[in-house]
């Protein structure tokens, strides 16, 4: 009976977490993504690839993004991060289709305030509020986490959910 009732429990635990295809994306696979030099409006700004962060499907699609070097660039200040998706995604309110894009932040006292904007044109997005976390550990300065663990996007000690659409 124990026997019948661990097996059970075991096909439960098993189906309730689906999976979603998703993985982290692992580094050599992020540097064939994530640009050297990002495209931002009319400037190709570099890229800090220690700090390049995604997660891919089954089907090599990626979402990946990474902390940009924007001293001495007209990006200083607005812009902070270059995100590409090969996917629909939704961050907050923001529909984002593939492509390429960056945000910046405004910190607030327990939040960020998140603006992003396509990076070929700098079409404002959108804007979203990203929340403090209560984790307790190694502070990132950026990662993406893989939707069948926490459909979060982590930006230093706060966050942003977001989904995949289809």
């Not at 995604?54 to 089907?59: E, V």
């Not at 960056?102 to 006292?109: H, L």
């Not at 979203?128 to 069948?148: D, Q």
Request: overall charge positive.
């Amino acid at each position: 009976m124990r026997t019948l009732w661990l097996s059970i429990l075991a096909c439960t635990v098993a189906f309730s977490a689906p999976d979603t295809g998703w993985r982290a994306a692992t580094e050599s696979e992020l540097r064939s993504v994530i640009p050297a030099r990002a495209q931002v409006e009319k400037e190709r700004i570099e890229t800090e690839s220690r700090t390049a962060s995604g997660i891919t499907d089954s089907k090599g699609k990626y979402i990946a993004g990474v902390v940009l070097i924007t001293a001495g660039y007209s990006a200083e200040g607005k812009y902070s991060h270059y995100l590409l998706t090969q996917v629909p995604i939704r961050i907050g309110d923001i529909s984002l289709k593939p492509g390429d894009y960056v945000f910046g932040f405004r910190r607030n006292e327990d939040s960020l305030t998140v603006r992003f904007y396509d990076a070929h044109a700098g079409t404002p997005m959108g804007t979203v509020e990203a929340t403090r976390t209560s984790r307790i550990g190694r502070v990132e300065s950026f990662h993406i986490y893989a939707p069948s663990d926490k459909p979060l996007i982590q930006i230093g000690r706060f966050a942003i959910p977001y989904q995949i659409g289809d």
